[in-house]
């Protein structure tokens, strides 16, 4: 083993360019005595802030990529840090005779490897070849506080060589720190010391303690900041298949054999005998380079070391990096691609060269082809006791079948495969092409994605390339992320977890959280169907038009390819065009409107298809991320399940409107036994027929005490609220005289409370009062269930109704956005639809979600002459889809284009925000 790669970037020394510029600025500060500290300190800062602009111009102007700007960055502040270190050496007075033992300078970490990033700290090391003398400390603080006055951050400590190997086998940080070690100036013999040391340390240590050391900590933070390298908002520093993952093969590598750069370990006659080819070297390089591109232009544009990509961020990289619309994509979509795949090539070349640097340095596995027939047939054997391919003559460039089959041989056995067999699988994966139409390739396929596990397996397929080369459509999903804040994961990342929400509905583990599609999934015939349509369902993504109609499309030609029935092709297509159908409907239609339910059946017209839709419809939406599914979505996607299932059982014909009807008022009649019954006619003659089929027999219960309550005290305003745990929601009732603009000003009260509405309804009984309900949630999608919350909420809409509450401006001042969230843009759109109900004419607005929009769009419609019947509001992140039911003040549909046109155009102008309050001095 070599000694450490310190040694090597000690030999090759600065370049004459960074000599020279230390050397300058060095007999600025000392010439024929040295400076005063602070004309010094205007020296320095002088010279770090012309360093820093040359190095921002040149990358900027794209003369250097990040690369190489991290390392012109880390030449120039050598020049710094080594003329500071000449300057302190002629201040700090020896001590007497002169002969107290100097330090070595050291740098380590990142700035030891001779990169740096603009805001990154510089790491440094001041090396004793014994204990640390007095004037040792005085020229370490006074370096120290000169770096620190320049404004920079720095990681130091002060050790002897034997503190130095003592703490590096103590704790495997800094082991790293120190196996990246350069030496920069003072007590050579000191850190030559202490490389033969450390490298015998190494030696006698040997590889397999760092290494699990660097596995503990990977694991660690990929459970902080992702499991997977398709997250939206990335963090490309310490992310899976960020610039952590490409430093700790460097690591590894520089451990074990002192490499100091990828290409060291292309050839035969490199360490470990040749554990790179050319393209997988090539292919570091490039991921290194982008990935530190990236990184560059995050510090220059937030002026701070920040790593994480988030959406307010994505679109300006993307404009300083050069990328604009192409197609359906836009440039910051097509810009996160672009880092997904080389974060993906990150996975893949850890999978690839760790396992081999392993081996290299611990030895060949043993193994052992007899003990297992039905393994021996299949092409496989096990070594250290996980699956690989039987050598010398079963391999996966020859014979690529075996890359199914030791997966599932992997998944049916509970064993793992072989780091060395996962390295193949993805150096061989374009050999998936051969398996297109293949009978056994297309068997072990679907038996991988519709059983145990399928999610894990899928991912690996994924991640490895094969999936891509199996399939050529899903390498379109691949890396492909919307700009919006609605989806957590990229396209394929979202539909592997949509199939592992499917495994835990087969489970039984959602039973709490969708009881129904839990109940279902175990009734369903054309489970194969189910499974290949959520892996499908989103295919069509990013290729402009209708994903659905697409997907359905590409599914027909697809399907048959893998094995697939015409029959279950029919299903797959089916489920794939009508994916959206019953979220969009629980979502954005009354589904008390007898038209909606019938609707759906007649698109559905199949119970088995009914149940396949309603549990795709749960794993898509689960899978989507963490906060989308809430209690009151799964609420709403039950009671249109149970609706239109009861229609295609042929138990109701939903046309059957006064006979609902009479059976409502039956139901409450029931619940308000021990009335009298002069009370009981008297409520039961306030509603209209849509009041009655709009809620159940408790609500109107609890309906009917409010109204007597608020009639017997004579109250012009009655506001009551009920937490209902089961739909995670709260409903507010107002009861209240009605009058134009009602509903605005109380959904601007809810507004001001801080208070999300997901649903509403509003009603105008016979006596002329208005009876609006509201169910609102809090901001983490929970009931809006706390005393005092719900206390002031009571009293803004009131001061809202009697005019003490100026809404606009109490609005302006509710609690704004993240910024990283307002790059994301959402157009304006108004759809207007007299076809989806027989009563009603439908409007949908589309635009950006913000507090009071709701009470902009309601008082639009008022002054428009309008009124609502019914409002259903669902927000996608930052994007909001409200609904409203309208008709005009003689009751019937607006289908006159003179009316509709001002309307449009009063929505539209509602979804543009006002502007920001202006604080108070």
């Given at each position: 083993?070599?000694n450490t790669?310190?040694?090597?970037?000690?030999?090759?020394?600065?370049?004459?360019?960074i000599?020279?510029?230390?050397a300058?600025?060095?007999?600025?500060?000392?010439?024929t005595a040295p400076?005063p500290?602070?004309?010094?300190?205007?020296?320095?800062?002088?010279e770090l802030?012309?360093?820093?602009?040359r190095v921002?111009?040149?990358f900027e102007?794209r003369?250097t990529?990040?690369?190489?700007?991290a390392?012109?960055?880390?030449?120039?502040?050598?020049?710094?840090?080594?003329?500071?270190?000449?300057?302190?050496?002629?201040?700090?007075?020896?001590?007497?005779?002169?002969?107290?033992?100097?330090?070595?300078?050291?740098?380590t970490?990142?700035?030891?490897r001779?990169?740096?990033?603009?805001?990154?700290?510089i790491?440094?090391l001041?090396?004793t070849?014994?204990?640390?003398?007095?004037?040792?400390?005085?020229l370490?603080?006074?370096?120290l506080?000169?770096l620190?006055?320049?404004?920079?951050?720095?990681?130091?400590?002060?050790?002897?060589?034997?503190?130095?190997?003592?703490h590096a086998?103590?704790d495997?940080?800094?082991?790293?720190?120190l196996?990246?070690a350069?030496?920069?100036a003072g007590?050579?013999?000191?850190?030559?010391?202490?490389s033969a040391e450390?490298?015998?340390?190494?030696?006698t240590?040997?590889l397999g303690?760092?290494?699990a050391?660097?596995?503990?900590e990977?694991a660690?933070?990929?459970?902080?900041?992702?499991?997977?390298?398709?997250?939206v908002?990335?963090?490309?520093k310490?992310?899976?298949g960020?610039?952590?993952?490409?430093?700790?093969l460097?690591w590894?590598?520089?451990?074990?054999?002192?490499?100091l750069?990828?290409?060291d370990?292309?050839?035969?006659?490199?360490?470990g005998g040749?554990?790179?080819?050319?393209?997988?070297?090539?292919?570091?390089?490039?991921?290194?380079d982008?990935?530190?591109?990236?990184?560059?232009?995050?510090?220059?544009?937030t002026?701070?070391?920040?790593?994480?990509l988030?959406?307010?961020?994505?679109p300006?990289?993307a404009?300083?990096?050069?990328?604009?619309r192409?197609?359906a994509?836009n440039?910051?979509?097509r810009?996160?691609?672009?880092?997904?795949?080389?974060?993906r090539?990150?996975?893949?070349l850890?999978?690839v060269l760790?396992p081999?640097?392993?081996?290299?340095?611990?030895?060949?596995p043993?193994?052992?082809r007899?003990?297992?027939?039905?393994?021996?047939?299949?092409g496989?054997?096990?070594?250290?006791?996980?699956?690989v391919a039987?050598?010398?003559?079963?391999?996966?460039?020859?014979?690529?079948?075996?890359m199914?089959?030791?997966?599932?041989?992997?998944?049916?056995r509970?064993?793992?495969?072989?780091?060395?067999?996962i390295?193949?699988l993805?150096?061989?994966?374009?050999?998936?092409?051969?398996l297109?139409?293949?009978?056994e390739?297309?068997?072990?396929?679907?038996?991988l994605?519709?059983?145990?596990?399928?999610?894990?397996?899928?991912?690996?397929?994924?991640?490895?390339?094969?999936l891509?080369?199996?399939?050529p459509?899903?390498?379109r999903?691949v890396?492909?992320?919307q700009?919006?804040t609605y989806h957590v994961f990229?396209?394929?990342?979202h539909?592997?977890?949509?199939?592992?929400?499917?495994?835990?509905?087969?489970a039984?583990?959602?039973e709490?959280?969708?009881p129904?599609?839990?109940?279902?999934?175990?009734?369903?015939?054309?489970?194969?169907?189910?499974?290949?349509?959520?892996?499908?369902?989103?295919i069509a993504k990013?290729?402009?038009g209708d994903?659905?109609?697409l997907?359905?499309?590409?599914?027909?030609?697809?399907?048959?390819?893998?094995g697939l029935?015409?029959?279950e092709?029919?299903?797959v297509?089916?489920?794939v065009?009508?994916?959206?159908?019953?979220?969009?409907?629980?979502?954005?239609?009354?589904?008390e409107?007898?038209k909606?339910?019938?609707?759906i059946?007649?698109?559905?017209?199949s119970?088995?298809?009914?149940?396949?839709?309603?549990?795709?419809t749960?794993?898509?939406?689960r899978?989507?991320?963490?906060k989308?599914?809430?209690?009151?979505?799964?609420?709403?996607?039950?009671?249109v399940?149970w609706?239109?299932?009861?229609v295609?059982?042929?138990?109701l014909?939903v046309?059957?409107h006064?006979?609902?009807?009479a059976?409502?008022?039956e139901?409450?009649a029931?619940?308000?036994?021990?009335?009298p019954?002069?009370d009981?006619?008297?409520y039961?003659?306030?509603?209209?027929?849509g009041?009655?089929?709009?809620?159940?027999a408790?609500?109107?219960g609890r309906?009917a005490?409010?109204i007597?309550?608020a009639?017997?005290?004579?109250?012009?305003l009655?506001?009551?609220?009920?937490?209902?745990e089961a739909?995670a929601?709260t409903?507010?009732?107002?009861y209240?005289?009605?009058h134009?603009?009602?509903?605005?000003?109380i959904s601007?009260?809810?507004?001001?409370?801080?208070?999300?509405?997901?649903?509403?309804?509003i009603?105008?009984?016979?006596?002329?009062?208005?009876?609006?309900t509201?169910?609102?949630?809090d901001?983490?999608?929970?009931?809006?269930?706390?005393?005092n919350?719900?206390?002031r909420?009571?009293?803004?809409i009131e001061?809202?109704?009697?005019?003490?509450?100026?809404l606009t401006?109490?609005?302006?001042k509710?609690?704004?956005?993240p910024?990283?969230l307002r790059a994301v843009?959402v157009?304006?759109?108004?759809?207007?639809d007299n076809?989806?109900?027989n009563?009603?004419?439908?409007i949908?607005?589309?635009g950006?979600?913000r507090?009071?929009?709701?009470?902009?769009?309601?008082?639009?419609?008022?002054?428009q002459?309008?009124?609502?019947?019914s409002?259903?509001?669902?927000?996608?992140?930052v994007?909001a889809?409200d609904?409203?039911?309208?008709?005009?003040v003689f009751?019937?549909?607006?289908?006159?284009?003179?009316?509709?046109?001002?309307?449009?155009?009063?929505?539209?102008?509602?979804?543009?925000?006002?502007?920001?309050?202006?604080?108070a001095h």
């Amino acid at each position: 083993m070599r000694n450490t790669a310190a040694e090597a970037v000690a030999a090759s020394g600065p370049s004459p360019a960074i000599r020279a510029e230390e050397a300058a600025l060095i007999a600025r500060l000392i010439d024929t005595a040295p400076l005063p500290r602070d004309e010094a300190l205007g020296v320095l800062r002088r010279e770090l802030g012309a360093v820093q602009a040359r190095v921002q111009q040149a990358f900027e102007s794209r003369e250097t990529h990040g690369l190489g700007a991290a390392r012109r960055l880390s030449g120039h502040m050598d020049a710094i840090i080594l003329a500071i270190h000449a300057y302190a050496e002629a201040v700090i007075p020896r001590g007497p005779g002169g002969r107290e033992e100097a330090f070595a300078l050291v740098a380590t970490g990142g700035y030891g490897r001779g990169v740096l990033a603009p805001y990154s700290d510089i790491d440094l090391l001041f090396l004793t070849g014994t204990q640390v003398g007095a004037r040792t400390e005085r020229l370490v603080e006074f370096m120290l506080y000169l770096l620190w006055d320049l404004g920079l951050k720095v990681g130091h400590a002060t050790r002897s060589v034997k503190d130095c190997l003592a703490h590096a086998r103590r704790d495997a940080t800094i082991q790293t720190a120190l196996v990246d070690a350069r030496f920069m100036a003072g007590n050579e013999r000191a850190f030559n010391k202490f490389s033969a040391e450390f490298g015998k340390m190494r030696a006698t240590d040997g590889l397999g303690p760092f290494l699990a050391a660097k596995r503990a900590e990977r694991a660690t933070r990929h459970a902080r900041y992702g499991e997977t390298p398709f997250m939206v908002e990335p963090h490309i520093k310490e992310g899976r298949g960020g610039l952590r993952d490409l430093q700790t093969l460097y690591w590894l590598a520089r451990h074990a054999f002192g490499a100091l750069k990828m290409p060291d370990l292309v050839g035969p006659e490199s360490p470990g005998g040749g554990l790179l080819v050319e393209g997988e070297a090539r292919a570091i390089r490039r991921a290194w380079d982008f990935l530190w591109t990236v990184r560059f232009h995050l510090h220059y544009v937030t002026g701070r070391a920040e790593e994480r990509l988030t959406f307010d961020l994505q679109p300006v990289v993307a404009a300083r990096m050069g990328y604009a619309r192409h197609g359906a994509q836009n440039g910051a979509e097509r810009f996160m691609k672009h880092l997904f795949l080389n974060s993906r090539d990150v996975v893949r070349l850890s999978r690839v060269l760790e396992p081999a640097i392993e081996r290299a340095a611990l030895g060949p596995p043993a193994i052992r082809r007899e003990g297992d027939e039905s393994l021996e047939e299949a092409g496989l054997a096990f070594a250290d006791g996980k699956l690989v391919a039987a050598p010398p003559d079963r391999d996966f460039s020859r014979e690529p079948v075996l890359m199914l089959r030791i997966v599932l041989a992997a998944r049916d056995r509970g064993l793992d495969i072989h780091p060395l067999a996962i390295r193949a699988l993805i150096r061989h994966a374009r050999q998936a092409e051969r398996l297109r139409g293949d009978a056994e390739a297309n068997e072990l396929f679907l038996e991988l994605l519709t059983g145990k596990d399928a999610a894990k397996w899928m991912g690996l397929l994924n991640e490895s390339g094969f999936l891509s080369r199996f399939m050529p459509d899903w390498a379109r999903i691949v890396g492909l992320m919307q700009f919006d804040t609605y989806h957590v994961f990229t396209v394929d990342e979202h539909t592997i977890q949509a199939i592992g929400v499917l495994q835990e509905l087969e489970a039984g583990l959602l039973e709490n959280v969708a009881p129904v599609a839990s109940e279902l999934v175990g009734q369903l015939q054309s489970r194969r169907a189910l499974y290949v349509a959520t892996m499908l369902h989103d295919i069509a993504k990013g290729r402009g038009g209708d994903h659905s109609e697409l997907g359905a499309r590409i599914a027909t030609e697809l399907c048959p390819k893998i094995g697939l029935s015409p029959e279950e092709t029919e299903t797959v297509s089916w489920l794939v065009l009508h994916h959206l159908l019953i979220s969009q409907t629980a979502f954005k239609r009354d589904i008390e409107d007898p038209k909606t339910i019938l609707d759906i059946a007649d698109v559905v017209q199949s119970p088995e298809r009914l149940r396949l839709l309603l549990v795709l419809t749960v794993a898509d939406m689960r899978a989507v991320g963490p906060k989308v599914w809430n209690g009151w979505k799964a609420t709403l996607l039950r009671e249109v399940y149970w609706r239109v299932s009861e229609v295609l059982a042929g138990g109701l014909t939903v046309p059957e409107h006064d006979v609902r009807v009479a059976r409502a008022k039956e139901a409450v009649a029931e619940a308000l036994l021990g009335w009298p019954q002069a009370d009981i006619e008297k409520y039961l003659s306030l509603g209209y027929p849509g009041y009655w089929l709009s809620f159940d027999a408790d609500t109107h219960g609890r309906h009917a005490r409010i109204i007597r309550e608020a009639e017997a005290a004579g109250a012009p305003l009655t506001v009551r609220s009920a937490v209902l745990e089961a739909r995670a929601v709260t409903e507010i009732t107002v009861y209240a005289i009605d009058h134009p603009g009602l509903f605005s000003r109380i959904s601007g009260a809810l507004a001001v409370a801080e208070a999300s509405i997901v649903d509403a309804r509003i009603h105008t009984l016979t006596n002329g009062m208005a009876l609006d309900t509201f169910w609102v949630q809090d901001s983490a999608g929970g009931a809006f269930d706390q005393p005092n919350r719900l206390s002031r909420l009571a009293l803004l809409i009131e001061h809202a109704l009697n005019g003490q509450l100026k809404l606009t401006q109490e609005i302006r001042k509710v609690r704004r956005e993240p910024a990283r969230l307002r790059a994301v843009t959402v157009p304006g759109r108004v759809v207007v639809d007299n076809h989806a109900s027989n009563t009603h004419t439908v409007i949908e607005v589309n635009g950006r979600d913000r507090p009071g929009l709701l009470h902009d769009l309601t008082a639009a419609i008022s002054e428009q002459g309008l009124q609502i019947a019914s409002a259903h509001i669902t927000t996608y992140g930052v994007r909001a889809v409200d609904v409203f039911y309208v008709k005009d003040v003689f009751g019937l549909k607006v289908d006159n284009e003179r009316k509709l046109t001002p309307l449009r155009a009063a929505l539209l102008d509602a979804l543009t925000p006002p502007e920001p309050a202006i604080p108070a001095h």
